[in-house]
């Protein structure tokens, strides 16, 4: 069972930065997959980030401006968000895969952290 550890949501101004950040701890033998998503009131959840052994993948409206960045070793995974938009302001999930040591995978998201950003 995965436990997952949000932090760094806030606020920030237009044009601003802001860095998230998110932990797994739990009985699992690796991570495979760890991003950040993001869901507006009436809006569908969307992918912003990932880092897995294949690479990174960025959603197309935050590629340059965003950078996601793992810690294999804490099994953390951080989230720089430069020159951020008022429209981007949501509540920012976790979400984790991993495999656990009898061959299972395992998924989980995060809480949520807001995030908003003031024009």
């Known amino acids: 069972q995965l436990h997952i550890v949000e932090s760094g949501g806030g606020l920030a101004q237009a044009g601003g930065s802001l860095s998230l950040a998110c932990s797994a701890t739990?009985?699992?033998?690796?991570?495979?997959?760890m991003g950040w998503f993001r869901q507006a009131p009436g809006k569908q959840r969307e992918l912003v980030a990932t880092?897995?052994?294949?690479?990174?993948t960025y959603a197309d409206s935050v590629r340059g401006r965003f950078t996601i960045s793992a810690d294999n070793d804490k099994l953390t995974v951080s989230l720089q968000m430069g020159g951020l938009e008022p429209e981007e302001t949501a509540k920012y999930y976790c979400?984790?895969?991993?495999?656990?040591?009898?061959?299972?995978?395992?998924?989980?998201w995060g809480p949520g952290t807001p995030v908003t950003i003031s024009s």
């Open positions: 739990g009985s699992i033998s690796s991570i495979t997959s």
């Open positions: 979400n984790v895969q991993g495999l656990l040591q009898w061959g299972g995978r395992v998924e989980e």
């Open positions: 880092v897995s052994s294949s690479g990174t």
